[in-house]
């Protein structure tokens, strides 16, 4: 990434060729690591001998924090992408193999013979993950790593990704950058990158005041028109975008993909309806343009304010998982605004 002072000036996907800028900077002084190297992570002791050669990475925020930090020479292979790779690593990316754009199988990653496995989200990675138990990689002499942002919230019964009783935030993804630079010798990298999330965040907070009427609605997908919608929810990622730009979530749960009919949807009445774009094409409504169909047709949903007003905003599915491109995602929504006057 660019250094801070150059990073205002810069907005999410335009910011091509970024991260190669930062990689060519002038070191930091950051110290080298120490090997045996034992980091904390989500209440598990894990040490690295040796910065890893092969990795396999879990999910999309997994992928290009590595990508990000210039490491794709040492990534085996990765899997789960919601949306397609930023810009400013599509060349690296091009040189991982990607496993599947889903859940892989753990067979699928073994073949790989990571020396290293990071994830995103505890389905891919935890207790009753769709992959595999951090305890199946560890008893083969892999260590793994876990985002903080998932092992952040608490346990829900009916919800794998569980409850978020306090709004998410950048530092869990800065943490992340951190522990995964010094598992791979490249500190100085990591604290690049940081500085230029953290500059980023505050040129948006300089542009958007608060304001108690601007709520927002983010809606995922569908199954279909029929099925509950699977939302954002109010104390996650989207959460955060909301907070960011001076507004606030118009669903309030503490669950962290909460469903909801669309009844329930009109009654929250959000001042801006925000529809993800997801890539991965399971279901019809994973498209932005069909989702806007949707509002735009149905005889009920578009007498809704926001739908009627015009005030229909994209943004990338991937910003709505806790992950570095929630920041992305609050800059895609930032333009938006401003061309619907939204913002101060």
């Known amino acids: 990434m660019a250094a801070a002072a150059a990073t205002l000036a810069c907005s999410g996907l335009a910011c091509s060729g970024l991260a190669s800028t930062a990689l060519a900077s002038p070191a930091s002084g950051a110290e080298r690591t120490a090997y045996p190297l034992t980091i904390e992570n989500c209440g598990l002791d894990v040490t690295f001998d040796k910065p890893p050669e092969n990795a396999v990475a879990l999910g999309q925020n997994s992928a290009e924090i590595l990508l990000l930090l210039g490491l794709e020479d040492r990534m085996g292979a990765t899997a789960f992408w919601p949306n397609a790779v930023l810009d400013e690593v599509k060349d690296a990316n091009n040189r991982v193999e990607v496993l599947t754009?889903?859940?892989?199988?753990?067979?699928?990653?073994?073949?790989k013979q990571p020396d290293f496995v990071?994830?995103?989200?505890?389905?891919?990675?935890?207790?009753?993950s769709k992959v595999a138990?951090?305890?199946?990689?560890?008893?083969?002499?892999?260590?793994?790593?876990?985002?903080?942002?998932?092992?952040?919230?608490?346990g829900n019964a009916t919800d794998a990704y569980g409850d978020r009783a306090e709004l998410w935030s950048m530092d869990l993804l800065y943490k992340e950058i951190e522990d995964l630079s010094r598992i791979f010798d490249v500190a100085e990298r990591g604290e690049a990158l940081i500085a230029d999330f953290r500059a980023r965040e505050a040129a948006?907070?300089?542009?958007?005041?608060?304001n108690a009427d601007l709520t927002f609605l983010f809606w995922f997908s569908s199954p279909s028109p029929a099925d509950d919608a699977y939302l954002g929810g109010g104390n996650g990622p989207s959460g955060y975008i909301a907070d960011v730009l001076g507004g606030r979530n118009a669903i309030a749960t503490d669950a962290e993909w909460p469903t909801l009919g669309w009844e329930g949807i009109?009654?929250?009445?959000?001042?801006?309806?925000?529809?993800?774009?997801?890539?991965?094409n399971r279901w019809d409504l994973d498209k932005a343009e069909n989702k806007i169909s949707f509002l735009k047709s149905d005889p009920t949903v578009s007498q809704m304010p926001a739908v009627e007003?015009?005030?229909?905003?994209?943004?990338?599915?991937?910003?709505?998982n806790p992950s570095i491109r929630t920041l992305y995602g609050a800059e895609q929504v930032a333009e938006q605004l401003k061309a619907l006057d939204l913002s101060k």
């Open 101 to 111: 754009v889903e859940f892989p199988t753990l067979e699928s990653v073994l073949s």
């Open 118 to 128: 990071a994830a995103m989200l505890v389905t891919l990675l935890g207790p009753d």
């Open 133 to 154: 138990k951090r305890e199946d990689f560890h008893a083969l002499g892999i260590p793994t790593y876990l985002s903080p942002s998932a092992c952040s919230t608490a």
């Open 204 to 210: 948006l907070r300089a542009q958007f005041s608060a």
């Open 266 to 280: 009109m009654a929250a009445d959000p001042k801006v309806m925000v529809v993800a774009q997801v890539d991965r």
């Open 309 to 320: 007003n015009g005030r229909i905003v994209t943004m990338s599915g991937a910003a709505m």
